[in-house]
């Protein structure tokens, strides 16, 4: 527990440095990195054999420029360089098709989608919402995205160890429990709220409506069920590949992709929403 807590707060002291450097390249190549080790845990974790370095090469290539990509106008070339990744991948296929299993080559590219679209949301975000017009709400809801996920896997967390009983998923995670859900679900809501209380007085705004907070909870609980998803999803994978975590970057937390997963299908939402906002 006391590793666990330790690396917590440097985990939330890098962030903090991080987001006091948002308006800034520092933000995308931030992202870019960290997206990059998520990639490359699950290139690692399906083991592609000894002709997969020349794989990686090509989605180290392509993590970077894509999400360096989102500002505009450089986010025109996603299409094209979403091209030629993949027919790089095909001739990797077929020059080394007796050393490269297709199988799993589609498990690292099917996961690395939902990486990429999890990591890019969080640059289009920025970009969608840019400082000198919206001001740091960006920051504000990046920041929620990662509260509601987080927030409500510590609470689920101890909420389970608590009062847990009935299990929720034993194949995929057998120590996850229904009332652990339950604290999270709600936890995430608690957490949306408190995180919106001090970003209103951190900037000196009043305090808002009673309908606003009751918004931000449920919100909070939808995107929690959201981070359980994601949190289930990863798990499910390693329970196939057969690895207790994706890496051990985070000591007593795993990998990138063991602190992210309950990441993984939040902040898409949240960059879904930015942009049917800034579309109206």
């Known amino acids: 527990m006391k590793t666990r807590i330790i690396t917590s707060a440097f985990g939330l002291a890098l962030l903090a440095v991080v987001l006091c450097l948002f308006n800034t390249p520092v933000f995308e190549i931030a992202v870019a990195l960290i997206c990059l080790i998520a990639v490359h845990e699950i290139y690692e974790a399906f083991d592609l054999g000894e002709r997969g370095p020349w794989v990686f090469g090509g989605f180290s290539v392509y993590t970077v420029l894509l999400i360096l990509s989102a500002a505009s106008p450089e986010k025109l070339l996603i299409a094209p360089i979403s091209f030629l990744f993949v027919l790089y991948l095909a001739i990797c296929l077929i020059w080394f098709n007796q050393n490269l299993n297709v199988a799993r080559l589609s498990g ?23 400082v000198d017009v919206y001001g740091y709400e960006a920051v504000y809801l990046i920041l929620m995205a990662l509260a509601f996920a987080w927030g409500g896997d510590t609470f689920a967390y101890f909420t389970g160890r608590l009062f847990g009983k009935h299990k929720l998923a034993p194949l995929v995670s057998p120590h996850k429990t229904v009332e652990g859900a339950i604290g ?22 009043a305090a808002g409506s009673m309908f606003g907070y009751i918004a931000v909870f449920l919100l909070g609980m939808g995107c929690s069920v959201l981070g359980i998803l994601g949190d289930l999803f990863a798990s499910a994978i390693k329970r196939q590949l057969g690895i207790k975590d994706y890496g051990t970057i985070f000591p007593g937390h795993g990998g990138i992709m063991d602190r992210f997963d ?5 902040t898409p939402l949240v960059a879904l929403a930015v942009w049917f906002r800034t579309m109206m």
Not at 109 to 116: E, M, P, Q, S, Y
Not at 262 to 266: D, G, K, T
């Open 262 to 266: 309950s990441v993984l299908f939040i």
């Open 108 to 130: 690292v590219c099917a996961v690395g989608v939902v990486i990429w679209t999890a990591f890019y949301s969080l640059v289009f975000i920025k970009a969608r919402l840019p």
């Open 184 to 205: 999270g679900i709600l936890g995430s809501g608690v957490v949306g709220v408190l995180c919106t209380l001090a970003a209103r007085g951190l900037t000196g705004h």
